[in-house]
């Protein structure tokens, strides 16, 4: 779909990450009829940083609503918001719940030149066509008096007329290609979500979407006195002896023209100093996640005034209903901000973003997985250190060639400002294998907590299932597998494992990351069930074992919650799962590398299963049982983080 | 050292390894001497040299004949260069500028005239209204007629006091305000002595945290109308690209943006 743009294919972005990407509907629309040579010269920026046009619209242009070509404007719109448009000539799928809409911003030419009537210096009487919408006048009137004629057609040598021509030709045209109408003047159509204090903005509503205009410029004798300074250096006059005087202007406390940052939205988010900072990269249903928020309700339950979560990856909009899964209800009880909400664009606004932390000369500031809360603590750590403690959860190597997560880039990078955690033993010596060397300020194991079942229902669950397995004693072996649906979850070798035990049935449940066929899985004894909603309540008491084989982990929550259903664990032996299982309560197989057949120890390790029952399966049951309380119930949890806090 | 009674103003210039740029600094900084003299005022110029090249100070021997002291110090630092001038300022005001940087002519007597019309009890910063940034890259799209080219790098920055309406002291937590050209009382500059510059530790940024500061402390920052201050946009070697460089904090000990107490004092625009 990017042949004709042979940069686009040669880079990965955001639009071609699972779970990012738009419909391939638009990609196909927006690779056939985006038109380069107008965005780069519509866009400044985009030329400026060399980016390829097309990859630029699909991660930012659709956001900002940039038009993709001369007369054609996009806009963002959720379903609720489809309603007819005579402008608008495609409206195709984005993501769940949006779509993009493409229309024509010039086809009926609404204001004509001959409707207007001198600019200068009679401004006062400019008005626009009698069918201009009302709202498009209080713009129309500003503009008008604010227009320059002559500083129009000289910096747009492509369009010629009268003044009245260049103004009309400034509203139906110029404007949405990013002209600027005169010196001093600046004007962003489209996307109005600047600071609500104004300041020299004013806003306006033109051709139905909101548009901000600032008038700041120097005063003439200011001008005079830099003129003045050209005897003295040359280089004050570089951007030309006249020019020089409408170079862009800023007002110092606007923020938004600035650094891109809504301030009022960051004053409403933050309306007190935070005792503990947690940053999380999104609200998602995922180990570091629920670990981040798990360790927010214990600072909360340890007194701290004031805990607040930061989500830096993800806006507000994009994490749905996230308040509706049972791992984020600490956050019923905790702020939760979403940093990219207060930003203009989206992005990530680093130095921003480290400034804003550490101005709060929080207590403690606790990072999981956060991208940009590590980058901050790798650049700014030193800093930020003299005024807070600083924690840094990192869960897992990579394998080699198997993607590069967090642990293996930035240990090193925050190690010497910043205490490192982590949930696993294991993980715990890579670390201290990597940064003892730096003597920073230590390395914390603190394994994640889970919600526990009582002690009648775990008991309930063991005597039925001990009676299962005395009753039916022919029964066809079924075997859960409870994962995300992925390679590095050891997909292919489940694979190997159903097709070494043709008669029993293997049940797959989790979100598919790939699809069954990519995962090695579409054969006839494995079956796709689909995603549980929660795995604690979830009922495997038809099950004879849960089949674990992920190639690489931290300490996997799905691992100890199963624990809970009194079914036997057949594991790879990855991450922290030694840590609290041992071949008592559990069977420990080392993943497949090269050479090895994890497969085979795996079809043996469930024969074994298949074939216990009575004292034997009780006691592995209750040992794994046991062992998870003892490591993982809350109180323990709770322990263990208030003892790293110094509670 | 104590104020003397008919010293108005002590400029305090600080140099490092500015070379040719120090050249037209310090002639700028002549008119402004000239100009503030011209309105009565009784002007002393101290120039700190820390650590310089040979460039730098043969040009302070050749084109800073006006200067009265010139102390070659071995700091390091801007911030301490700043506080050991502010020691030898005799004058009743002073004023701190840097030695690569330009300045309208009438900054000096408009900052010293706003500074006597003001209330004697109160502690003001003044600061000049307007900032040009300007880049010597911008020859390459030098533009004969009105409107600059689209790629210009030079910018304005207007400046606001701290009884605008706009100000908030909450946004020095996220920008730097007002830039390090001020003009004070020199007992202000006793009362709140620049930080040093700590690269172990990651802070410094002397002039950012010095607003935090004096605001912390109920000064109030002001802006001088009609006045400009020129910065030079330098890819490597000037401060700003150091504190970028070098990923620097604010250094504000024991207090922050975030807990100023009432700082709408002071006289704006």
């Given at each position: 779909?990017?042949?004709?743009?042979?940069?686009?294919?040669?880079?990965?972005?955001?639009?071609?990450?699972?779970?990012?990407?738009?419909?391939?509907?638009?990609?196909?629309?927006?690779?056939?009829?985006?038109?380069?040579?107008?965005?780069?010269?519509?866009?400044?920026?985009?030329?400026?940083?060399?980016?390829?046009?097309?990859?630029?619209?699909?991660?930012?242009?659709?956001?900002?609503?940039?038009?993709?070509?001369?007369?054609?404007?996009?806009?963002?719109?959720?379903?609720?918001?489809?309603?007819?448009?005579?402008?608008?000539?495609?409206?195709?799928?984005?993501?769940?719940?949006?779509?993009?809409?493409?229309?024509?911003?010039?086809?009926?030419?609404?204001?004509?030149?001959?409707?207007?009537?001198?600019?200068?210096?009679?401004?006062?009487?400019?008005?626009?066509?009698?069918?201009?919408?009302?709202?498009?006048?209080?713009?129309?009137?500003?503009?008008?008096?604010?227009?320059?004629?002559?500083?129009?057609?000289?910096?747009?040598?492509?369009?010629?007329?009268?003044?009245?021509?260049?103004?009309?030709?400034?509203?139906?045209?110029?404007?949405?290609?990013?002209?600027?109408?005169?010196?001093?003047?600046?004007?962003?159509?489209?996307?109005?979500?600047?600071?609500?204090?104004?300041?020299?903005?004013?806003?306006?509503?033109?051709?139905?979407?909101?548009?901000?205009?600032?008038?700041?410029?120097?005063?003439?004798?200011?001008?005079?006195?830099?003129?003045?300074?050209?005897?003295?250096?040359?280089?004050?006059?570089?951007?030309?002896?006249?020019?020089?005087?409408?170079?862009?202007?800023?007002?110092?406390?606007?923020?938004?023209?600035?650094?891109?940052?809504?301030?009022?939205?960051?004053?409403?988010?933050?309306?007190?100093?935070?005792?503990?900072?947690?940053?999380?990269?999104?609200?998602?249903?995922?180990?570091?996640?629920?670990?981040?928020?798990?360790?927010?309700?214990?600072?909360?339950?340890?007194?701290?005034?004031?805990?607040?979560?930061?989500?830096?990856?993800?806006?507000?909009?994009?994490?749905?209903?996230?308040?509706?899964?049972?791992?984020?209800?600490?956050?019923?009880?905790?702020?939760?901000?979403?940093?990219?909400?207060?930003?203009?664009?989206?992005?990530?606004?680093?130095?921003?973003?480290?400034?804003?932390?550490?101005?709060?000369?929080?207590?403690?500031?606790?990072?999981?997985?956060?991208?940009?809360?590590?980058?901050?603590?790798?650049?700014?750590?030193?800093?930020?250190?003299?005024?807070?403690?600083?924690?840094?959860?990192?869960?897992?190597?990579?394998?080699?060639?198997?993607?590069?997560?967090?642990?293996?880039?930035?240990?090193?990078?925050?190690?010497?400002?910043?205490?490192?955690?982590?949930?696993?033993?294991?993980?715990?010596?890579?670390?201290?294998?990597?940064?003892?060397?730096?003597?920073?300020?230590?390395?914390?194991?603190?394994?994640?907590?889970?919600?526990?079942?009582?002690?009648?229902?775990?008991?309930?669950?063991?005597?039925?299932?001990?009676?299962?397995?005395?009753?039916?004693?022919?029964?066809?072996?079924?075997?859960?597998?409870?994962?995300?649906?992925?390679?590095?979850?050891?997909?292919?070798?489940?694979?190997?494992?159903?097709?070494?035990?043709?008669?029993?049935?293997?049940?797959?449940?989790?979100?598919?990351?790939?699809?069954?066929?990519?995962?090695?899985?579409?054969?006839?004894?494995?079956?796709?069930?689909?995603?549980?909603?929660?795995?604690?309540?979830?009922?495997?008491?038809?099950?004879?074992?849960?089949?674990?084989?992920?190639?690489?982990?931290?300490?996997?929550?799905?691992?100890?919650?199963?624990?809970?259903?009194?079914?036997?664990?057949?594991?790879?032996?990855?991450?922290?799962?030694?840590?609290?299982?041992?071949?008592?309560?559990?069977?420990?197989?080392?993943?497949?590398?090269?050479?090895?057949?994890?497969?085979?120890?795996?079809?043996?390790?469930?024969?074994?299963?298949?074939?216990?029952?009575?004292?034997?399966?009780?006691?592995?049951?209750?040992?794994?049982?046991?062992?998870?309380?003892?490591?993982?119930?809350?109180?323990?949890?709770?322990?263990?983080?208030?003892?790293?806090?110094?509670? | 050292?104590?104020?003397?009674?008919?010293?108005?103003?002590?400029?305090?210039?600080?140099?490092?390894?500015?070379?040719?740029?120090?050249?037209?600094?310090?002639?700028?900084?002549?008119?402004?001497?000239?100009?503030?003299?011209?309105?009565?005022?009784?002007?002393?110029?101290?120039?700190?040299?820390?650590?310089?090249?040979?460039?730098?100070?043969?040009?302070?021997?050749?084109?800073?004949?006006?200067?009265?002291?010139?102390?070659?110090?071995?700091?390091?630092?801007?911030?301490?260069?700043?506080?050991?001038?502010?020691?030898?300022?005799?004058?009743?005001?002073?004023?701190?500028?840097?030695?690569?940087?330009?300045?309208?002519?009438?900054?000096?007597?408009?900052?010293?005239?706003?500074?006597?019309?003001?209330?004697?009890?109160?502690?003001?910063?003044?600061?000049?209204?307007?900032?040009?940034?300007?880049?010597?890259?911008?020859?390459?799209?030098?533009?004969?007629?009105?409107?600059?080219?689209?790629?210009?790098?030079?910018?304005?920055?207007?400046?606001?006091?701290?009884?605008?309406?706009?100000?908030?002291?909450?946004?020095?937590?996220?920008?730097?305000?007002?830039?390090?050209?001020?003009?004070?009382?020199?007992?202000?500059?006793?009362?709140?002595?620049?930080?040093?510059?700590?690269?172990?530790?990651?802070?410094?940024?002397?002039?950012?945290?010095?607003?935090?500061?004096?605001?912390?402390?109920?000064?109030?920052?002001?802006?001088?109308?009609?006045?400009?201050?020129?910065?030079?946009?330098?890819?490597?070697?000037?401060?700003?690209?150091?504190?970028?460089t070098e990923r620097l904090l604010t250094v504000t000990p024991g207090i922050t943006p975030w807990s100023v107490p009432g700082a709408r004092a002071g006289r704006g625009t």
């Amino acid at each position: 779909m990017f042949a004709a743009f042979p940069s686009a294919s040669l880079r990965l972005h955001n639009s071609l990450i699972p779970g990012k990407r738009p419909s391939v509907r638009v990609l196909q629309f927006i690779a056939r009829t985006l038109d380069r040579e107008y965005y780069l010269s519509a866009n400044a920026d985009v030329a400026a940083a060399g980016v390829d046009p097309v990859l630029h619209w699909l991660d930012h242009g659709a956001k900002e609503e940039r038009p993709i070509a001369a007369g054609l404007f996009t806009r963002m719109v959720s379903s609720g918001g489809l309603l007819p448009d005579p402008e608008v000539i495609h409206t195709l799928p984005w993501r769940a719940g949006q779509w993009v809409q493409i229309g024509r911003i010039s086809s009926n030419l609404p204001i004509r030149a001959q409707d207007l009537t001198p600019v200068r210096p009679e401004a006062d009487t400019v008005r626009p066509a009698t069918d201009t919408a009302d709202e498009d006048r209080r713009f129309v009137d500003w503009i008008g008096s604010h227009f320059e004629a002559d500083a129009y057609r000289e910096t747009n040598k492509d369009v010629i007329g009268s003044d009245h021509a260049l103004l009309a030709h400034y509203l139906n045209h110029g404007i949405f290609e990013g002209r600027r109408p005169s010196p001093g003047v600046t004007v962003r159509y489209g996307n109005y979500t600047g600071d609500e204090r104004g300041g020299s903005w004013q806003k306006f509503t033109y051709r139905g979407r909101p548009l901000a205009a600032s008038l700041v410029a120097p005063p003439e004798d200011v001008v005079q006195q830099i003129r003045r300074q050209w005897r003295h250096e040359s280089a004050v006059l570089a951007s030309g002896y006249t020019a020089f005087a409408s170079v862009n202007a800023y007002d110092a406390v606007d923020l938004w023209s600035r650094s891109g940052l809504k301030f009022d939205r960051v004053t409403k988010a933050f309306p007190r100093v935070p005792q503990a900072v947690v940053l999380l990269e999104f609200l998602g249903v995922g180990g570091a996640e629920k670990y981040g928020i798990d360790i927010a309700d214990v600072l909360v339950a340890a007194g701290y005034d004031d805990v607040i979560v930061v989500v830096t990856g993800q806006r507000e909009v994009d994490a749905g209903n996230w308040e509706d899964y049972s791992i984020f209800s600490p956050l019923r009880s905790i702020p939760v901000v979403f940093w990219r909400d207060l930003t203009d664009d989206n992005e990530d606004r680093l130095d921003a973003f480290a400034r804003l932390l550490s101005s709060f000369r929080a207590k403690d500031i606790l990072v999981f997985n956060s991208r940009l809360g590590l980058e901050a603590v790798a650049r700014y750590g030193r800093g930020m250190a003299t005024v807070s403690r600083i924690y840094c959860a990192f869960f897992s190597m990579g394998l080699p060639g198997r993607g590069v997560p967090y642990g293996e880039i930035f240990p090193q990078k925050v190690a010497l400002s910043s205490r490192l955690l982590t949930d696993n033993a294991r993980m715990a010596a890579a670390l201290k294998d990597r940064v003892a060397a730096l003597d920073g300020p230590g390395i914390h194991v603190v394994p994640p907590r889970i919600g526990t079942v009582d002690e009648a229902t775990f008991l309930g669950r063991l005597r039925r299932r001990c009676h299962r397995a005395r009753t039916l004693p022919d029964r066809v072996r079924r075997w859960a597998w409870v994962s995300r649906v992925e390679p590095l979850k050891g997909t292919h070798l489940l694979a190997q494992i159903a097709q070494m035990r043709p008669h029993d049935r293997f049940d797959v449940y989790g979100p598919l990351q790939v699809d069954m066929d990519a995962a090695g899985l579409n054969i006839p004894n494995v079956d796709y069930r689909g995603v549980l909603e929660s795995v604690l309540t979830a009922n495997f008491e038809g099950y004879d074992g849960f089949v674990f084989t992920s190639l690489t982990e931290g300490m996997p929550n799905t691992v100890l919650e199963m624990s809970q259903h009194a079914i036997p664990l057949i594991l790879t032996d990855v991450g922290g799962l030694r840590d609290t299982f041992s071949k008592n309560s559990a069977f420990l197989i080392d993943p497949p590398r090269e050479g090895r057949d994890a497969a085979s120890e795996f079809d043996a390790a469930l024969s074994t299963v298949a074939a216990l029952c009575g004292d034997a399966l009780a006691a592995m049951l209750m040992d794994a049982k046991a062992a998870v309380s003892a490591r993982h119930a809350p109180e323990v949890f709770q322990s263990l983080v208030e003892e790293m806090l110094g509670k | 050292m104590k104020a003397v009674p008919d010293i108005d103003i002590t400029v305090v210039v600080t140099f490092h390894r500015e070379g040719p740029f120090a050249i037209p600094a310090l002639r700028s900084l002549r008119d402004l001497v000239v100009a503030g003299r011209a309105e009565g005022a009784k002007v002393e110029v101290i120039a700190t040299i820390d650590r310089p090249d040979e460039v730098t100070r043969r040009v302070l021997e050749t084109e800073g004949s006006f200067i009265g002291r010139v102390e070659i110090v071995d700091f390091g630092d801007l911030a301490r260069c700043r506080n050991y001038a502010v020691d030898l300022a005799r004058g009743r005001y002073t004023a701190c500028l840097d030695g690569d940087d330009l300045w309208g002519e009438q900054w000096l007597a408009k900052a010293w005239q706003e500074a006597e019309a003001a209330d004697p009890d109160s502690e003001v910063v003044f600061h000049p209204e307007w900032l040009f940034y300007f880049s010597e890259a911008d020859f390459a799209g030098h533009a004969l007629g009105k409107m600059p080219s689209g790629d210009a790098r030079s910018f304005f920055m207007r400046q606001q006091a701290s009884c605008d309406p706009l100000f908030d002291p909450r946004l020095l937590a996220l920008q730097n305000i007002w830039s390090a050209n001020a003009f004070a009382r020199t007992d202000v500059y006793r009362t709140y002595p620049y930080r040093l510059f700590d690269r172990q530790r990651g802070v410094g940024i002397e002039d950012w945290s010095w607003n935090i500061e004096t605001i912390h402390g109920g000064v109030a920052h002001s802006v001088v109308p009609g006045t400009v201050h020129l910065i030079r946009q330098k890819s490597e070697g000037s401060l700003g690209a150091q504190n970028f460089t070098e990923r620097l904090l604010t250094v504000t000990p024991g207090i922050t943006p975030w807990s100023v107490p009432g700082a709408r004092a002071g006289r704006g625009t």
